[in-house]
């Protein structure tokens, strides 16, 4: 049975401070039990603000197991990773640069690669090497600690968009579908592996998504499932951060803890 929350502040910052409370907790849990923590970061402009916090504030900064700590990446645009819309470059300029970890503990996406196949298949291939060397495998899947995403307007996670054959995929565990709006490829994880992990947090803030919120968490009957609707793990569990504007559109009973 997957298990979800829904948390809402009134501010983006509250949103934040608590959403990276609970990366900590998660992160220290799993290191205490098992010395590792692994961790799929998501791309955006909204994850920004969650990873100079961890950075940046002492309290998260120096309560974060950074060395135990293994960085994946949940998709990646096609550019390298200097470029300005690189999700690891944003990743390593807000968070990664500021602290101490070994570019061993940094697994990314290749998506300058000119062959966009070849770097799904390559990235799958590292996951599973290394979650079969040192990580958890459940149902004969790697299975991470904690996969961070967010939430675009049109109901897009990761780069899992709307009416993709990718979200289709019942095998692969990272694909490079085609996004027909973006006329480009992008690298992303699928359903099968981020349905795998034990913890989901999903970040959504301001008004502008609002209306995306509503369709996701209270869609109308009979629509078509949304990409981000679709983010339901089998034995695990998703805890949706929202500030007041992108919750606005909410009905109040949402706000309380939700299995399905």
């Known amino acids: ?18 959403a990276a409370a609970l990366v900590l907790r998660i992160a220290s849990n799993a290191v205490a039990q098992r010395g590792l923590f692994t961790v799929a970061l998501a791309g955006g402009a909204t994850p920004r603000a969650l ?45 990664l640069s500021k602290v101490r970890v070994a570019m061993k503990q940094l697994h990314r996406m290749r998506g300058e690669d000119p062959d966009p196949d070849a770097a799904a298949a390559a990235y ?21 600690d904690l996969i961070l995403l967010g939430l675009g307007t049109d109901g897009h996670t990761a780069s899992l968009f709307p009416k993709t054959d990718v979200l289709e995929e019942k095998t692969a565990l ?37 209306e995306i919120v509503k369709e996701v968490l209270a869609p109308s009957s009979g629509t078509e499932a949304l990409p981000a609707q679709l983010v339901a793990p089998s034995s695990g569990r998703v805890d949706w951060f929202l500030d007041q504007p992108a919750a606005g559109r909410l009905p109040t009973e949402l706000t309380e803890m939700d299995m399905f």
């Open 174 to 210: 990272v694909a490079a579908p085609m996004v027909e709006k973006l006329a480009s490829r992008r690298l992303t994880m699928t359903l099968p592996l981020i349905n795998n992990a034990e913890r989901i947090l999903l970040l959504a803030l301001g008004s502008e998504k609002a």
């Open 124 to 144: 799958e291939a590292e996951i599973k090497t290394f979650f079969g060397d040192f990580g958890t495998i459940e149902n004969n899947l790697p299975r991470f």
């Open 51 to 95: 990873y100079s916090l961890l950075a940046d504030n002492f309290r998260y900064r120096g309560g974060m197991p950074w060395a135990s700590t293994q960085f994946f990446w949940s998709d990646e645009r096609p550019v390298p990773p200097d470029h300005e819309a690189s999700n690891y470059r944003m990743a390593h300029e807000s968070m």
């Open 1 to 18: 049975m997957t298990i979800r929350e829904i948390h809402v502040y009134p501010t983006a910052e509250e949103t934040v401070q608590s």
